[in-house]
Every structure is written in structure tokens, then in C-alpha cells.
């Protein structure tokens, strides 16, 4: 999907279309500019003048996604709001909404589904999709078929995607970023020395900051360079795995089927502050976050149809230290309340004495709602660690 969050915000403030503007900085709660808006008005009669603007941000968060006229100032997902501000102050900035960018992700999954049955989730805003046997898939290489898809997308939702048409996977998401926005881009294997070997080695997805900066003391810069090492000595400068992994991508082969169905060993929900929190001090904040976080949570186990017996914590210090603590109970759960009064007694053994950056909460030993695993009798199969009674102190918040 095309700048995910940003587009679906766009949807919802429409007079905000191509100025530049970032999403992140926490999650919201109610906009400053919908506290003004006009009586009998929609939130398109919101004037641009009432939204923040980036310069006037004061905090720690993070770039989630800017829109295409901020990319141009050289921002991007990850960067520091603070930095962003010097880069490009006038930039509009909205808080994240993930509550929306999940009934969107759900929105245009369908509709590919609906075209396209063999899909492999990948997050949020991506997707792979095989589509050897899909009817009329082959037509025009594939552009046919891609086409369709965007066009439905735009239908359904209003949001555009670039789609990347390729033999495997790997080249698939290298083309996928070819021709954004709502673009469409088709690899042969015949344009792996044309198309492929002149990309910077960091558009291959798994080579991350550390793999590249080695690859540049070799020499090694783009795709066409790796391909030209030999195998044996990328075995030898980055180990075996590895080395044997650069190799095969370095010429474009990637044989991993697109994965219809994966059983996810946890789920998680986690949110950074944007000042730090004292767990005597700011006891009711955090009680409240904390307590948010367990609800969300089991709303996502109960919307994907899982059940878990391992309920953990994880906290990050002011000093960046994270400790983590965990407790499995007698039978499997998608309760809130039970999240929240076990992660309580995880809260207990974890020093609070410093100021914490970030609060998550998560639930492990995942079975599906309704199985046999899921209904066996309490205590089967293992020795399990019983909750405290719902009477007992849930937790320090």
C-alpha cells in the first residue's frame, strides 16, 4: 500500500492532499483541529490552518509514515519527530490510529482474496499473492491482473498500491517499490542483470544497515557487485548461512512458496510514552495505559480466533535497559481482565524504581479459540503456575 497511514488519513482530511505532513508521535485520542470543527460541519470543513504543524512538536516519538510531499524533504518512517521538525518544520503532523489502519488492512486484503485466493500476509499494508492458476493471471505478464487488483483496492477503499510482478518473492518486493505511487512494475527473469544487479545491495530485503556497511568496506555496493563474489567467499566473510543466502538472492533465486496459513507463536501490543512515567508518581497514567493495552490485546486475540496461556510483560527504562517478565496460568485465555490481572502479578517482580519509556504487554502458547488443545482439562499436558484470585492486588499500577 501507498504511505498506508498516511493515505487512509487522507481519506478521512481530504483538504490535506499533497502538502507534506507526517503520522506518529502516539496514538489518538481527539484532534486538536476536530475540537474546532465548524457546527453542522464534516472534517473536511476543517481548515489546514487549525492542524499542528511539525515545528511546534515537542517530544521523543517517531516517523510511523510521512506522505510522498515530505519524503521529498528526506524524511521517512523511523526518523525522530524532533528531526524531521529541522528538515521540514512546516510539515503537518497528525497522531497514529491503528484501530483504522486495521479495518482498512482488513478492507483490501479481502478484496484481493476475492481475486486472488493464494495470498500471504505480511503486516499491515503488504501482501505476496501467487497467482500461477489465478484465471486470466498470466495475460499481459501479469499487468492485466495487477490492474485489476488496483482498481478494485481504489474501489473498495479509496487507497492506491504498487504491485510488483515477478518468478519469486524477493524480486517481487524489489519491484514493488519500482514505480510508487500506485504503480505497477514487471521483472522478468531475463531482468535480473538490467533491472536488478544495478540496485544498491540495501534494497534486498534481510540486508539491513550493519550486513551493508561490510559490504561497502569489500567494495561491494550494489547487487551486480555481490553477484560477482564467489559463493565460497561470502561463506568465508559472513558466514555460512549467510554467505550461501547473499549468493542465491545476488542472483535473483528465492524459492520460498507464498504461505497461505501461519500460526503466530505470540501477539503483542507495546506504546511508548511521550515523557517518561514513574510508576509512584504517575501510578493512575500508567494503571490506565496498562489496562488499554490488555483490552486491545484480547481484542485482537478474540478478532483472529486465539486463545493463550502465557501472559508476559515488558518494560524499557529511561537508560534504555528492558526487562521482561512472563507467567502461564491453568487454561488458555482471550479475557481482558485475566491479561491484565496476570500481567499485574508479572508487574510485581520487575524493579520500578526508574522511569519507564515504554509499557507491552503479550500472550504466548497461542492455540486456536475452540480446539482440542484449547478445551483440554485444566492443567493437561504440563505443571502450570495458577493465577491469583480475581480478589488479589492485579498490579503496582
Known amino acids: 500500500m501507498d504511505a498506508f497511514y498516511a493515505s487512509v488519513e487522507l481519506l478521512r482530511y481530504p483538504q490535506l492532499k499533497g502538502l507534506p505532513m507526517v503520522i506518529g508521535g502516539g496514538r489518538r485520542t481527539v484532534d486538536e483541529a476536530i475540537r474546532n470543527l465548524p457546527e453542522g460541519g464534516t472534517l473536511a470543513d476543517i481548515p489546514v490552518e487549525a492542524f499542528p504543524r511539525l515545528k511546534d512538536y515537542t517530544g521523543r516519538g517517531v516517523i510511523t509514515t510521512a506522505t510522498y510531499p515530505a519524503r521529498q524533504f528526506g524524511i521517512g518512517s523511523a526518523m525522530g519527530l524532533m528531526k524531521a521538525a529541522k528538515l521540514c518544520p512546516q510539515a503537518l503532523i497528525l497522531p497514529v490510529d491503528f484501530d483504522e489502519y486495521r479495518r482498512f488492512s482488513r478492507a483490501f486484503k479481502q478484496v484481493i482474496l476475492d481475486i486472488a485466493p493464494l495470498m500471504e500476509d505480511r503486516g499491515v499494508d503488504e501482501v505476496y499473492i501467487d497467482f500461477t492458476d489465478v484465471p486470466g493471471g498470466q495475460r499481459d505478464g501479469g499487468r492485466s491482473l495487477a490492474r485489476l487488483i488496483q482498481k478494485s483496492i481504489l474501489d473498495a477503499t479509496g487507497l492506491t498500491c504498487s504491485i510488483g510482478v515477478a518468478p519469486n518473492k524477493l524480486i517481487a518486493k524489489m519491484a ?201 482439562p485444566t492443567g493437561a499436558g504440563a505443571s502450570r503456575t495458577p493465577a491469583e484470585p480475581a480478589s488479589a492486588t492485579a498490579s503496582l499500577f
Open 176 to 376: 514493488s517499490e519500482f514505480n510508487k505511487p500506485n504503480g505497477i512494475s514487471i521483472v522478468h527473469e531475463g531482468d535480473l542483470e538490467s533491472r536488478i544487479w544495478p540496485l544498491p545491495c540495501r534494497k534486498v530485503n534481510g540486508i539491513g544497515p550493519k550486513a551493508d556497511e561490510k559490504l561497502k568496506r569489500f567494495g561491494i555496493e550494489t547487487v551486480g557487485e555481490l553477484a560477482a563474489r564467489e559463493r565460497d567467499w561470502l561463506i568465508q566473510n559472513f558466514g555460512k548461512a549467510t554467505g550461501a543466502w547473499m549468493h542465491e538472492v545476488a542472483w535473483g533465486r528465492d524459492d520460498r512458496p507464498v504461505v497461505t496459513e501461519s500460526e503466530p507463536v505470540s501477539m503483542s501490543r507495546e506504546t511508548t510514552f511521550e515523557r517518561d512515567l514513574h510508576a509512584v508518581r504517575d501510578r493512575a497514567e500508567l494503571g490506565a495505559i496498562f489496562t488499554h493495552l490488555c483490552e486491545k490485546l484480547a481484542e485482537d486475540l478474540q478478532r483472529k480466533g486465539y486463545v493463550g496461556k502465557t501472559i508476559g510483560i515488558k518494560l524499557r527504562y529511561d537508560d534504555f535497559r528492558i526487562a521482561t517478565r512472563d507467567q502461564t496460568i491453568d487454561r488458555f485465555t482471550d479475557d481482558g481482565k485475566t491479561i491484565r490481572q496476570v500481567g499485574g502479578q508479572c508487574l510485581k517482580r520487575v524493579p520500578l524504581e526508574r522511569p519507564l519509556r515504554l509499557l507491552g504487554v503479550r500472550v504466548g502458547a497461542l492455540a486456536k479459540a475452540g480446539s482440542p488443545e484449547a478445551l483440554a
